[in-house]
């Protein structure tokens, strides 16, 4: 398709709506397919005030539908100039189907998404940003548009100026699907069936974090299938068969991570005291015309040649999940805490000030370093070893003390640190 937007309304506005309704409607959510790499369609549905409609919604509102098409880079333009406060939402969205559009291949070069949003938020503006990677306006509007893309040595000068990491400005994050949730502590439901403690069960429906509720209507905005929810991988775990659970356990030391595994169809390796996904076949649910296989989260432990799965939370009452045999067992090789590689204000100020931290870390190493071989030649001087000053008396500490001066040392040190770097530094 060309870079020209097709917009209609597939669901219109009545022609009789006043004004003052049609600019008080509300999204209420976004559908958002990939077609190709260079086609993509984002289906809007709005809320607003109609005093005549009898509508699901309930007396007094109606919906109205509008379809934006065209090239991936012009249509998310368009959308973040006609959306406002849910932007987050229709941005989780756009990742979520794109992602599921590029599954089949590990490797996608990057649109324009991440490099609008990094000008855009976290402090900088085009303005600034274009000041300080010294671009012209020109040239930056078409980069953001999508109609000239980044160079590797370009990227790497605007990573600079944006505080972040080049690889996000060619590469698509490496994501996997959200597998299930697993509860260390107790029974829970889902559909017509019980999972036990350590079982790992179906995604949940959308937590309300992710929702946002219609002043007028009630109706959620929104709302997606959380089972089709994309979950980042760290690229140095990453391979197409990687697979995520989250364990929502609260009151665990585990609650809230994301624990990444490969699928393996074997039992062979036997990674004894280590976390593990397991699978084992239950032949009577077969005869039911039921999924065959279950699958748990826990330690393993082999006694006397059987197979075990432990209860990670110690805490916990229940001590064994489940026995074998396994059809696989599958070594949990990442547990990351939800939410962790999310970029935020934090990660793009702490790169900003990188060369402040790292030259205040050399300054604490060069202080201890400098401090311990000063306190080892006095001790050499008074002949006490190292290992006996713990029999030295208080008066011969204090002397010690003193004479080293190791207070003015320190208080130099923490007068060279900035505030806003002691905090990040130890």
Not at 85 to 113: R, S
């Amino acid at each position: 398709m060309s870079n020209k937007l097709k917009i209609k309304w597939t669901k219109p506005l009545p022609k009789n709506l006043e004004l003052a309704s049609a600019a008080s409607m509300e999204i209420i959510n976004f559908k958002i397919t990939f077609y190709d790499e260079k086609d993509v369609e984002v289906v809007t549905s709005f809320v607003y005030t109609d005093t005549k409609a009898k509508s699901i919604l309930g007396k007094g509102a109606n919906t109205a539908e509008r379809s934006i098409r065209g090239e991936p880079s012009v249509v998310f333009s368009e959308m973040n100039k006609s959306i406002t406060i849910e932007k987050d939402i229709f941005m989780a969205q756009w990742l979520a189907a794109k992602a599921l559009f590029h599954k089949k291949t590990p490797f996608h070069k990057a649109g324009n998404e991440t490099f609008y949003n990094n000008i855009n938020n976290y402090g900088m503006t085009p303005k600034r940003f274009a000041a300080t990677a010294g671009v012209e306006s020109s040239v930056l509007f078409r980069e953001l548009k999508g109609q000239r893309k980044l160079s590797l040595d370009k990227a790497i000068h605007y990573a600079k100026a944006l505080s972040c990491d080049p690889v996000d400005l060619l590469f698509e994050p490496q994501n996997c699907k959200f597998y299930g949730t697993v509860d260390l502590f107790n029974m829970n439901e889902a559909g017509n069936e019980d999972y036990w403690q350590g079982q790992i069960k179906p995604p949940p429906p959308p937590p309300k974090d992710k929702l946002k509720t219609s002043m007028k209507t009630g109706f959620k905005i929104g709302t997606f299938d959380l089972s089709d929810e994309i979950v980042r991988v760290p690229r140095d775990i990453y391979r197409p068969e990687i697979k995520a659970i989250l364990i929502d356990s609260l009151g665990s030391y585990l609650h809230n991570h994301f624990a990444y595994y490969y699928r393996a169809d074997n039992a062979a390796a036997t990674p004894e005291n280590k976390l593990v996904v397991v699978g084992r076949a239950i032949p009577e649910l077969e005869e039911l015309g039921m999924d065959t296989m279950q699958y748990f989260f826990g330690v393993l432990k082999i006694e006397q040649g059987k197979q075990k799965i432990l209860n990670p939370e110690p805490t916990a009452e229940k001590r064994i999940i489940c026995t074998g045999p396994f059809i696989f067992i599958s070594p949990v090789v990442s547990l990351v805490r939800r939410g962790s590689m999310k970029k935020n204000y934090e990660y793009f100020q702490s790169i900003s000030q990188a060369e402040e931290i790292r030259s205040a870390e050399d300054n604490i190493t060069k202080t201890q370093v400098q401090v311990y071989k000063a306190l080892k030649d006095e001790l050499k001087k008074i002949k006490i070893n190292m290992n006996d000053m713990n029999y030295m008396t208080t008066k011969q500490k204090k002397e010690l003390k003193n004479k080293l001066n190791f207070e003015n040392i320190y208080k130099k040190l923490d007068d060279s640190i900035p505030d806003y770097i002691k905090k990040k530094v130890g």
